[in-house]
C-alpha cells in the first residue's frame, strides 16, 4: 500500500428494503469502479456508512466479493472502534482473509483524548492483530471522530510499529495538515480525502485518494490524483457540501443510474427528500454529464 495507489473509491453501501446490504449492487458497482482502472475500491468507509453496518453483517465481504470475481487484495476495509479489542480482532480476520489494506479509525466517544491515550489504543490494536498486522492506513478525520491524528503521532506509532503503518487518509480538509504528512512522512502513502485539496497534495507528494466523489465520477478524481486542476470539482463540492454529504451522494447515484436503490440509507441518517435539495442533487449530477446512467 507503500506505492502510488491513484484512486480509490470509497465504495457507497446499497440496502435492500430491510436495510440489509444489497451485496449483487455493491459487489457489481465495485466491479465496475476496479474496470475503470482503480487498483483498489475501499469498503464500509465514512461514505459506505460502516459505522452503521453491524461487524457481523460486514463479515461475508470477501466471501461476496470473491464470489463475484473480485480479489481480497484489491479490497480495503475501514474498521471501527472504539474498543480496542473488537477493532484488532476485526483487524486480524481482514488481514487474514488478504485484504489489501486497513484503513483504522481512531476511538471515537471520547472527544479530544491526549495523543498518549490515542498511541495506547492504537498499539492495543495492532498487538491484539498479531504479528503480521500490516498495510494500517491511519484515518485521521477529526469533524466525525471527535480525534486528531497529527504528524508527530504517526511518526511514534511508526516507530513502535514499523511493518505495521503504509499510510494515513487525511480527511481534516485543513491543508496545513495535509502539509505537515507531507512534510514528515512523504514514504507513507498520503491519501486525501477532500478533492478540493487533492491535485495540488499529489503535486506535493501524496499517493492518491480514497475518495466519497469517485463512486460518482472516478474519471474526474482520476485526472486529480494526477496532479492535474479541474474546475468542475470545486463546483460540485460546493453544491455537495451544503447538503448531508453521504445522503447526497446516494441520491445523485440514484439519478446517474435511474435506480432509486441507491438513495436508501441506514439510521442515523435520512435520504434526501426535499425538492430544492433533490433539485441541487440531480444539477450535480447533470453537471457531471452522467445523467440517468452509471458511469462507464
Known amino acids: 500500500m507503500r506505492e502510488k495507489i491513484g484512486i480509490s473509491a470509497a465504495l457507497v453501501t446499497p440496502f435492500d428494503e430491510a436495510g440489509n446490504i444489497d451485496w449483487a449492487r455493491f459487489a457489481a458497482h465495485a466491479r465496475r469502479l476496479l474496470d475503470s482502472g482503480m487498483k483498489v475500491v475501499t469498503a464500509f468507509g465514512t461514505t459506505g456508512e460502516g459505522v452503521s453496518i453491524a461487524a457481523s453483517a460486514r463479515a461475508p465481504l470477501y466471501e461476496r466479493m470473491a464470489a463475484a470475481g473480485i480479489e481480497a487484495g484489491r479490497l480495503v476495509e475501514c474498521v471501527y472502534g472504539p474498543s480496542s479489542q473488537e477493532a484488532g480482532e476485526h483487524v486480524r480476520r481482514s488481514l487474514a482473509a488478504g485484504c489489501g ?56 506509532l511508526r ?106 440509507v441506514r439510521a442515523p441518517l435520512v435520504p434526501i427528500a426535499g425538492v430544492a435539495d433533490l433539485a441541487v442533487c440531480a444539477e450535480v449530477a447533470a453537471m457531471l454529464g452522467r445523467s440517468n446512467k452509471m458511469v462507464e
Not at 481512531?106 to 503480521?132: L, R, T
Not at 514514504?187 to 499517493?207: F, P, Q, T, Y
Not at 490524483?225 to 454529504?245: C, M, N, S, Y
Open 101 to 156: 489494506g486497513i484503513l483504522l479509525t481512531p476511538p471515537f466517544y471520547f472527544k479530544q483524548p491526549a495523543d498518549e491515550g490515542i498511541y495506547c489504543w492504537y498499539s492495543e490494536v495492532f498487538e491484539i492483530a498479531g504479528p503480521d498486522c500490516r498495510d494500517i492506513i491511519l484515518y485521521n478525520i477529526p469533524s466525525l471522530t471527535g480525534v486528531r491524528i497529527g504528524a508527530d503521532l504517526v511518526g511514534r
Open 159 to 264: 516507530r513502535a510499529f514499523p511493518q505495521a503503518i503504509a499510510g494515513v487518509k487525511d480527511s481534516s480538509g485543513d491543508w496545513e495538515q495535509t502539509v505537515a504528512f507531507l512534510a514528515e512522512h512523504r514514504d507513507l502513502a498520503i491519501l486525501v480525502g477532500h478533492e478540493g485539496h487533492l491535485a495540488k497534495a499529489v503535486r506535493g507528494g501524496a499517493s492518491g485518494a480514497i475518495s466519497g466523489v469517485a463512486n460518482l465520477a472516478p474519471k474526474l478524481v482520476a485526472k486529480l490524483t494526477r496532479g492535474e486542476d479541474d474546475p468542475l470539482t470545486d463546483a460540485v463540492l460546493e453544491r455537495l457540501l451544503a447538503l448531508p454529504v453521504v445522503p447526497a451522494i446516494k441520491a445523485i447515484m440514484a439519478v446517474q443510474s435511474g435506480d432509486a436503490v441507491w438513495s436508501r
